[in-house]
């Protein structure tokens, strides 16, 4: 595993991060089996965990605060998230007020039984969302040293572009993978105001593959339904992409790794799985180069489809 600055926080996070959302941390994932896959991230060299107070219903924290029990955290870099949170019925609520974030983030501790967060980013805001008090209250949390490096978590471009020019932000995260080149400008103005980067959905959510077509678990039933409903132009473009997974030095997945990562602006790609071998053959992609054939193709299809 190779390892990369995040910014100019003064932490190191591993080029592949692991992703703890989605169905890893839903209540119909055995636990076992999800704690499992986080003690072999650890082994795999990744120090890079990234979750968020609302991710599993509200369940994803405690999972990895119990994954994370007994464990040497001392090169572990945890990122949460605050402003959005389950409520009792496990709806989704937004609440990005100073007093929430606060509260939130004193959650966060408890339930990933840290004593700072290494990262808290707040959670899909808006530009609007953005004011005075609320940035006060994140310089605050971290002069009171529970919190190490704040951050912004979008796929909003303008957002991500007002939080790259705010001093009190530290990390950015934007939806990075071979269907969304028109991010690389935004990265390098983040890059060169010393912002640390994380990819998020390097993998285009498995649409390069068509995963929607590949049903082996309830796992991806559910991913099948969200990417179809959510994300339809994604679905359909990503088929273009199917190159990638014919080639003979590595796997599609370690290809589209290996371009996100190709960006030097790009701090870490965060992946999420829920089966050991993706975890295995995602991790093995750090340090891989793509061919410069392949790049150009990349880069071809890409004007095609936007």
Not at 46 to 68: H, K, N, Q, V, W
Not at 260 to 270: F, T
Request: charged content about 20%; glycine content about 10%.
């Amino acid at each position: 595993m190779r390892y990369r600055t995040l910014g100019r926080t003064g932490l190191t996070v591993s080029e592949i991060g692991f992703g703890c959302a989605s169905w890893w941390a839903r209540r119909a994932f055995d636990e076992r089996r999800a704690i499992a896959l986080a003690h072999r991230a650890i082994e795999l060299g990744i120090t890079l965990f990234d979750t968020g107070a609302s991710y599993g219903a509200g369940g994803a924290e405690p999972r990895l605060g119990r994954a994370l029990k007994g464990r040497d955290l001392s090169k572990l870099v945890i990122a949460t998230k605050a402003g959005t949170y389950a409520d009792a019925a496990g709806r989704i609520r937004r609440d990005l007020s100073p007093a929430a974030i606060r509260a939130s983030a004193e959650r966060s501790l408890k339930a990933l039984g840290l004593e700072s967060l290494p990262l808290l980013q707040l959670h899909g805001p808006s530009i609007a969302e953005l004011t005075p008090e609320l940035l006060g209250e994140l310089s605050d949390l971290k002069a009171r040293g529970l919190v190490r490096s704040l951050g912004v978590n979008s796929f909003d471009p303008a957002v991500i572009a007002r939080a790259a020019s705010l001093p009190e932000v530290d990390v950015v995260m934007v939806d990075y993978n071979v269907l969304t080149p028109e991010r690389e400008p935004l990265i390098a103005e983040a890059a060169a105001a010393g912002k640390g980067v994380l990819a998020g959905m390097p993998l285009a959510m498995g649409h390069t593959g068509l995963k929607v077509a590949s049903l082996k678990g309830p796992q991806d039933l559910w991913y099948a339904a969200r990417g179809l409903i959510r994300h339809p132009r994604q679905v359909r473009e990503g088929a273009r992409f199917r190159f990638l997974h014919r080639l003979p030095d590595m796997t599609g997945s370690q290809a589209a790794l290996a371009y996100v990562l190709a960006n030097p602006g790009v701090s870490a790609a965060v992946i999420g799985t829920t089966r050991l071998a993706h975890l295995q053959e995602d991790a093995a992609a750090s340090g891989l180069t793509l061919p410069a054939a392949t790049l150009a193709r990349i880069r071809m299809t890409q004007r095609h489809v936007t």
